[in-house]
């Protein structure tokens, strides 16, 4: 196991995840509920438990968390409505007066900002936001005339149709 590892067969107890600790928890627990037992009984215990804490140590890092597939997904939505918006809503007049800014490479919550053109550090007036499937936006946009035509149109595209 320790050359499949790369001859480190141990981590650090500060690494340990909440299951390590339980299972290791339970292992103690078990092991002293048999005290009572002779000491040639209790040496094959010992090592069951030192080699089940050491393989649990030496064990692959588990899936990433569903939250990071989420993100994925969502930044995926959101480059699809980016691609529309500029194909579609930059050539109307409707929207002639406002820019498009991505903000899709972030840590937290992906989105896209409405602006107004030619201002790029003021405020948006509308922001896009998305999950696998679904998008939603919020602003001052979304009590304008605009609302209802934004909000179709990224529902749209956010569930993979394309056009204007």
Request: proline share 7%; charged share 15%; glycine share 6%.
């Amino acid at each position: 196991m320790a050359a499949a590892t790369g001859g480190r067969c141990s981590k650090p107890l500060s690494t340990w995840s909440t299951h390590d600790t339980h299972m290791a928890a339970s292992l103690l627990n078990i092991a002293a509920h048999r005290r009572r037992e002779s000491l040639m009984n209790k040496i094959p215990h010992v090592l069951v438990l030192a080699a089940i804490l050491a393989l649990s140590a030496c064990a692959a890092p588990s899936r990433p968390t569903a939250g990071l597939d989420g993100h994925a997904a969502a930044v995926a939505t959101l480059q699809r409505i980016n691609t529309q918006a500029h194909a579609c809503w930059l050539k109307d007049s409707d929207f002639r007066e406002f820019g498009i800014i991505p903000e899709l490479d972030t840590t937290s919550t992906p989105r896209l900002l409405i602006i107004p053109r030619g201002k790029p550090q003021s405020l948006p007036r509308a922001v896009i936001v998305a999950s696998a499937s679904k998008a939603q936006f919020y602003g001052p946009l979304s009590s304008s005339p605009l609302s209802s035509r934004i909000n179709d149109d990224i529902s749209r595209w956010a569930s993979g149709a394309s056009g204007c």
